[in-house]
């Protein structure tokens, strides 16, 4: 696939491994309960981006072992992180707005699921400032879209939410495929279980 953006590696250095690297003491900082749609928007954007980046670079690193570090001379390589990074990252902000807005519907009786598009659409704009190549944009979008239209807002939240995001981690990551194949089953759950931590803090924080 050809690139059509400029990658800049520092960026990816800065931003992408300090929040891996931090990403295990997260679990002790206090959590901002979730009490308006501004809340929920901060909180699907903050737990998207950490689950993709988390479960993407986890996954490298294992897959590659202790010189895996080695690889960031390769700028073909980095590329190819970046461009992971941004398209699972698009897709796990899906899954979390389904999801919320899902749940929300069924168990706090919310009725404007139409907020579903002003969220995602709000934080894809941001993204945009922040590098977000225009073909993930463009498909992001336009892949929210079809989802939107097929969403059954009162099941969603209870029926593999998050399996989109958990494929676009086995698709995108950039392994070799005879590789992925073997790892197919570890991928998936890996992301699923990151997931699975997001529901119950999710859970905790619209609590009364």
């Known amino acids: 696939m050809a690139l059509k953006y400029k990658f800049n590696w520092k960026d990816l250095k800065l931003e992408d491994f300090k929040i891996y690297l931090l990403a ?77 807005l899902s749940y929300l519907k069924v168990f706090s009786d919310f009725q404007d699921t139409n907020k579903a598009s002003e969220i995602y659409d709000a934080i894809i704009a941001n ?9 993930v944009v463009a498909n992001a979008r336009e892949t929210f879209s079809e989802r ?28 070799a495929e005879d590789l992925k194949t073997l790892d197919r089953k570890i991928v998936l759950n890996s992301m699923i279980l990151k997931w699975e931590n997001i529901e119950k803090e999710f859970l905790k924080l619209i609590s009364i």
């Open 127 to 135: 993204e945009i400032k922040n590098g977000m190549p225009s073909d």
């Open 24 to 100: 295990l003491f997260k679990s002790i900082l206090p959590k901002k309960r979730i009490k308006n749609i501004d809340d929920l928007a901060e909180f699907i954007q903050k737990k998207s981006a950490w689950v993709a980046q988390v479960t993407l670079f986890g996954y490298l690193k294992t897959r590659m072992g202790t010189k895996w570090v080695l690889h960031f001379d390769d700028e073909k390589f980095l590329a190819s992180i970046n461009l992971a990074k941004w398209n699972i990252y698009s897709v796990a902000l899906q899954d979390l707005t389904f999801y919320s």
């Open 148 to 175: 939107l239209k097929k969403i059954d807002w009162s099941t969603y939240y209870r029926s593999w939410p998050f399996n989109e995001s958990a494929l676009a981690l086995y698709k995108w990551a950039p392994v």
